[in-house]
């Protein structure tokens, strides 16, 4: 990928998913893409921008006719990467694509890098890096919720919050800066408390940016949760009820459950890997306890690698239970009173303490428990409002640049000269620039845009 500015080039690639479809679209984006798309077309009408045509595809060499299309010209600078876009939608066949793909190339493109279509966007100044990053984040989304989050950082959301945040910043970098340079004039200085209180208005907003993390994090990247628990506590029974069907074989028998069942859900619009695993005893000796010593063993595996662990106690046999001490050392954990159906009121008001009761039978505080889980991962009962980090490259830009500012904070309240409070203020600046692509290096703009699919 070309590092820092545009190739003076036209690329190509097929912007739809491999396999056989309905459509399948071939887009070009470059000073040339009109001129190399031309002679592989036949129109009835000439392309004019921003006007839907249709035409038949022909081989350039033979003029064959290949299929038909539906072409779309985007001049610049009204296109996606801001250069001119053409784009042809014809039937999806692999076959198809290929040929007009190696048309374009033999007629003077070149294939495109993964994510050249969107860095191109980048360069340009027509997206920021945190709104390229989402592009990658809506075409990855599994869920709703996690699509709409992208949709907003898309949009801007992110980059509008910390716009003004910034701007407060660069006035009062500018007012110290005029106060160093007309030192021996009659200028007006801020006072230590005004400079302490400006730092203030830019670093707290922006921890509270940083808080939003864990959330934005977790909607995402998803989670994994493992339920574990004794035999006929009643977990594969917890399992099908967060899944809504039937999925793990529920008997009366204990250890029913003898190896791991995963599958893939979504809790408050957050993508969850789900695990049944096999109860926590002692398997018997010999041969006849080998399967239950694997299934076991599996379960310690689930629970080590679980983002959350849910220790399901029955309700029906109200003790403190001792496999509690073993599920805290393994992972962060909520416990679970099922077979709530079955208490009577009042009854093991102790053993249940802290405990969220539930009744896979009934669906009693299942809506209760999935938000103590997101809670558990989130530090958050509620979403935030507003934009959120999503990945660990914005949170570090933003903690930069609030432990720029606290230093800053301290070297004012300790009266130190302007010179070396701006050099941390330029350092906060610095990180938020780097939050938007400002000023972001060659190397990781390619670490990012590499991830992307090609053609997008």
């Known amino acids: 990928m070309q590092n820092g500015s545009f190739r003076n080039d036209t690329i190509v690639a097929i912007s739809t998913p491999p396999g056989r479809g309905g459509i399948g679209v071939v887009r070009l984006s470059g000073a040339d893409a009109r001129a190399i798309a031309l002679p592989m077309l036949r129109l009835k009408h000439a392309l004019e921008p921003g006007r839907v045509r249709l035409a038949k595809i022909v081989d350039p060499e033979s003029g064959e006719v290949l299929d038909e299309a539906v072409v779309t010209l985007y001049e610049a600078p009204h296109s996606y990467t801001t250069e001119d876009v053409v784009e042809i939608a014809c039937h999806s066949s692999p076959v198809l694509l290929e040929a007009v793909l190696r048309g374009c190339v033999q007629a003077g493109a070149r294939l495109a890098e993964p994510g050249e279509f969107t860095q191109r966007a980048f360069l340009s100044g027509r997206l920021d890096l945190t709104q390229a990053e989402a592009v990658h984040d809506l075409i990855e989304a599994t869920t709703l919720h996690q699509a709409r989050i992208a949709a907003a950082q898309l949009g801007g959301a992110l980059s509008k919050i910390v716009a003004p945040i910034k701007r407060r910043l660069v006035e009062l970098i500018a007012g110290l800066e005029a106060g160093v340079d007309f030192a021996e004039d ?29 959330y934005g994090r977790i909607v995402r990247e998803g989670f994994t949760l493992a339920i574990v628990g004794r035999p006929n506590a009643g977990k594969s029974s917890l399992f099908n009820r967060l899944l809504v069907r039937q999925r793990a074989i529920v008997t009366d028998q204990p250890g029913t459950t003898r190896d791991a069942i995963s599958e893939r859900m979504s809790i408050e619009g957050i993508p969850v890997e789900l695990i049944d695993t096999a109860g926590l005893r002692t398997a018997p000796d010999g041969p006849e306890g080998e399967a239950e010593r694997q299934g076991i063993e599996r379960t310690n595996v689930a629970m080590a690698e679980a ?39 009042g009854v093991g008001a102790e053993a249940s303490e802290g405990a969220i009761r539930t009744s ?27 934009a959120v980090l999503t990945n660990v490259r914005q949170h570090g830009a933003i903690m930069q640049a609030v432990d720029a500012l606290e230093i800053a904070a301290v070297a004012a309240q300790d009266g130190l000269p302007h010179e070396l409070l701006l050099l941390d203020l330029y350092g906060a600046l610095d990180a938020l620039d780097r939050l938007t692509g400002a000023t972001s290096a060659d190397e990781i703009l390619n670490l990012i845009f590499s991830t992307f699919c090609i053609g997008k």
């Open 360 to 386: 896979a039978l009934t669906g009693e505080g299942i809506e209760e428990l999935k938000r103590a889980i997101v809670m558990a991962l989130t530090q958050t009962a509620t979403p935030p409002e507003s």
């Open 186 to 214: 009659d200028l007006d200085l801020m006072t230590e408390a005004e400079i302490a209180a400006r730092i203030e208005s830019v670093r707290d907003p922006l921890q509270a940016l940083a808080a939003t993390y864990d």
């Open 307 to 345: 983002d959350l662990v849910l220790h399901v106690v029955d309700g029906g046999a109200l003790t403190k239970d001792i496999d509690e001490i073993v599920v805290a050392e393994a992972r962060p954990y909520l416990r679970v009173l099922n077979k709530s159906d079955l208490l009577s009121a």
